[in-house]
């Protein structure tokens, strides 16, 4: 099998909630046949979808995709879909650039780089950060972001809201829990050492060498392309405000985008050895993680917390995950604008996995 990733649920939501029950239609004769039996029985062509990308041995086996980014515009590999906490990786991969460039320590105190944040916080690291471990509450998920942001959801406002409210919910280094907001301050910190706008960084560094040209991080200066997937197919607000959430939620990308990103990773062209290493390295074990270990920017899916890894995201409407398989050479990756109301994708995982050699 691909993985083992049932583990999944806390992280990203990406498993239906009781709204819809997917249709399984089992193991064909080939992988094509079969992901495509899934896809057609669970999704309308008209409505809100799915496209799925699985690739071995720098081959791809499988690309298949239906439904619609927005209305009479159906999806297609040059989709753009928001990536939602699958972003995290990609943060990661930029703050680990400016520790190659000997521009900053894994465990330096993030008041360092940002000064303005109370001097409690001073035992925070940007490791701490990358692995989970701060004890800064999670802006979506530890506080009701509705209330304590007011309109537009944006970085500048998250970072004023913890100048003014330092109060941690446990000691940095203690435990790993969840949360969104140290991606964010990640995103701030590479902001303040690259003396650059975090967008121009990533592009600078990540995007444009790759020719991710259907890639951009979505913050409140931006305008959103046509070619971006609307939120079940309708518009393009998060529970109902613009959220951006730069560093955490907000990139932007495609499923070839997305391709030539795993490959590049896969292949070691993005970050040296020794820095993949750190970032593939179990820093939190198994018996102390919400998976099965977890990297700087990514999880372990696998339960031998060493074989499987990615991320994934749920941001509304919008489902997102990568997982590459090390011991077989292998990646998927799926992008999703239809919520809840999409075929399980622990399910569709399982069904690829069969055919992984």
């Not at 999806?75 to 900053?104: H, N, P």
């Not at 650059?196 to 560094?205: I, S």
């Amino acid at each position: 099998m691909l993985m083992i990733i049932s583990v999944l649920l806390f992280i990203t939501g990406c498993n239906n909630s009781g709204k819809y029950k997917t249709i399984e239609t089992g193991v064909q004769t080939n992988l094509v046949t079969t992901l495509d039996a899934v896809l057609e029985a669970n999704l309308n062509a008209d409505g809100p979808g799915l496209i799925v990308s699985v690739w071995q041995n720098d081959k791809n086996l499988y690309t298949g995709m239906k439904g619609v980014a927005r209305p009479m515009q159906p999806i297609s590999e040059d989709t753009q879909f928001r990536l939602a906490s699958v972003s995290k990786t990609f943060t990661a991969v930029a703050i680990l650039k400016l520790y190659e460039q000997g521009l900053l320590g894994l465990h330096d105190s993030i008041v360092d780089y940002l000064p303005e944040l109370d001097s409690s916080w001073q035992e925070i690291s940007i490791h701490h950060l990358l692995t989970h471990q701060s004890g800064i509450p999670d802006i979506f998920n530890d506080l009701n972001t509705h209330e304590v942001i007011n309109n537009d959801i944006t970085n500048p406002k998250i970072l004023q809201y913890f100048i003014e409210n330092h109060q941690l919910e446990f000691g940095s280094g203690r435990k790993e829990e969840y949360s969104n907001t140290g991606y964010i301050l990640l995103a701030e910190i590479i902001t303040k050492v690259a003396n650059m706008p975090f967008p121009e960084f990533m592009d600078l560094e990540i995007f444009a060498p790759l020719n991710m040209n259907n890639t951009y991080i979505l913050d409140e200066d931006v305008d959103i392309t046509e070619r971006t997937a609307m939120n079940h197919a309708q518009h393009h607000q998060i529970y109902g405000r613009n959220v951006f959430a730069v560093g955490s939620s907000s990139q932007v990308s495609s499923m070839h985008d997305m391709e030539r990103f795993m490959y590049a990773l896969m292949a070691g062209k993005i970050l040296q050895a020794e820095t993949m290493r750190l970032m593939l390295k179990a820093h939190i074990s198994k018996a102390d993680s919400s998976l099965n270990g977890t990297g700087y920017g990514i999880f372990y899916f696998s339960g031998d917390g060493k074989t499987a890894y990615g991320h994934s995201g749920k941001h509304d409407g919008f489902r997102t995950i990568y997982a590459i398989n090390r011991d077989k050479n292998a990646f998927i990756i799926m992008l999703g604008n239809g919520g809840d109301y999409m075929p399980d994708f622990t399910y569709v995982m399982d069904l690829a996995g069969e055919f992984l050699e």
